[in-house]
């Protein structure tokens, strides 16, 4: 993963690319994972279920979705970082209030994330959905063997950055299919 984005992000033409779980507004949703947070208590005992994505560095800004507070996620071979987590503001809301929500800790099964930035709410699974929150995992400390490809070129001819990204595909792993190439524009038209 990490070789693929440096190639994508050498390229002239390509301003940010990064690699996510999930596409928003996807027909099979956003995976839903459960969080028991710090600092909250439930009286029932169990715990909070939310919106989840795994994502690396850079794809807020491929997705054009503002950071308000903190920071990115650690660089994917930072091994000195802690597990980290980015919530969108609906979760401080929700499950934070008006404490301070970087620093805190949230813990998914056995595994405790510390969350580093906030991000501004976006759509995640329709248009016209109220806020939900949301918590972004990163790549680097939930890997997986796929993912779907986000980036975001410089230049208009969109037929010509996915040849580039089929080529460096390629070259790193010539049996690693790539598929379903399309634009945010013409993803968002279909759902």
């Known amino acids: 993963a990490r070789d693929l984005l440096d190639k994508l992000q050498a390229l002239p033409e390509v301003e940010v690319a990064a690699i996510a779980g999930s596409v928003p507004l996807d027909i099979h949703g956003m995976p ?27 794809y807020f800004a491929a ?3 503002p ?8 660089a994917l071979g930072d091994t000195s970082a802690p597990p980290q987590a980015v919530v969108n503001e609906e979760f401080v809301r929700r499950y934070i209030g008006s404490a301070e929500a970087l620093g805190r800790r949230i813990t998914n099964n056995d595994r405790t994330y510390q969350i580093v930035g906030v ?7 329709s248009y ?23 980036v975001r070129g410089r230049m208009s001819d969109e037929t010509q950055l996915a040849v ?9 792993d010539p ?5 379903n ?3 945010m524009t013409a993803h968002v038209a279909m759902s």
């Open 67 to 74: 950071l308000v507070a903190g920071t990115d996620f650690a």
């Open 175 to 179: 049996s690693l299919p790539v598929y």
């Open 119 to 125: 991000v501004r709410d976006s759509l995640y699974e």
């Open 32 to 58: 839903v994972r459960t969080f028991s947070v710090e600092g909250r208590a439930r009286t029932d005992g169990a715990a909070d279920r939310m919106l989840s994505n795994l994502v690396t560095p850079g």
């Open 164 to 172: 580039s990204i089929r080529r460096i595909v390629r070259e790193i």
């Open 63 to 65: 997705m054009r979705i």
């Open 181 to 183: 190439v399309r634009t």
């Open 128 to 150: 016209g959905e109220p806020p939900k929150p949301i918590v972004y995992l990163s790549y680097r400390d939930r890997p997986v063997g796929e993912g779907e490809l986000h």
